[in-house]
T-cell receptor
């Protein structure tokens, strides 16, 4: 069945460091891919998405490219800030299997000043 | 406009009791989803509605769980004979269609003692 695997956390970085959070997926169809973010004490927020191969989603300085050949959707940011500290979730949505999202386990990011 | 709202924000109940969790989706969104998030994990799909009908309830763990959406807007997740293993954060999301991005509410934290 469909699944999403993320790199384990926590990831600890200094402010202005480069961020990569790896995400790979297994899907029988052609899913859309998402990154959601959960800031401390808050709900899940959609960060970015890509709906087909080679699409790049971007928002707030974060980017992720839908790579069908490697079944990956890695999240990157060139220069992290303390305010980026949160838990990041990669997810897929396979329309052939209905509208449900399948999430990875989440990666906690902690950015130190 | 207003986002997805969920009530209550916290619910503590004794083992064996019945609970109802409410979700008010974004106005005009026809698709509504319920997920459950255990500590340190990604959300797991429970059920989703397209309009008033449950289009996919394959994630409901057993027959103690039931959800309704009688008028195609507000939804209620009902849990009978609660067990300690039901303790989790219950998340609701809505989208304009099943193909569109899902927007999450703040969640209801359920604790079964």
């Amino acid at each position: 069945g469909n699944s999403v695997t993320q790199m384990e956390g926590p990831v600890t970085l200094s402010e202005e460091a480069f961020l990569t959070i790896n995400c790979t997926y297994t899907a029988t169809g052609y899913p859309s891919l998402f990154w959601y973010v959960q800031y401390p004490g808050e709900g899940l927020q959609l960060l970015l998405k890509a709906t087909k191969a080679d699409d790049k989603g971007s928002n707030k300085g974060f980017e992720a490219t839908y790579r069908k050949e490697t079944t990956s959707f890695h999240l990157e940011k060139g220069s992290v800030q303390v305010s980026d500290s949160a838990v990041y979730f990669c997810a897929l949505l396979d329309y052939n299997q209905g509208g449900k999202l399948i999430f990875g386990q989440g990666t906690e990011l902690s950015v130190k000043p | 406009g207003a986002g997805v709202s969920q009530t209550p924000s916290n619910k503590v109940t004794e083992k064996g009791k019945y609970v109802e969790l409410r979700c008010d989706p974004i106005s005009g969104h026809t698709a509504l989803y319920w997920y459950r998030q255990s500590l340190g994990q990604g959300p797991e799909f429970l059920i989703y509605f397209q309009g008033t009908g449950a289009a996919d309830d394959s994630g409901l763990p057993n027959d103690r769980f039931f959800a309704v959406r009688p008028e195609g807007s507000v939804s209620t997740l009902k849990i009978q004979r609660t067990e300690r293993g039901d303790s989790a954060v219950y998340l609701c999301a809505s989208s304009s269609t099943t193909a569109a991005s899902q927007y999450f509410g703040p969640g209801t934290r359920l604790t079964v003692t």
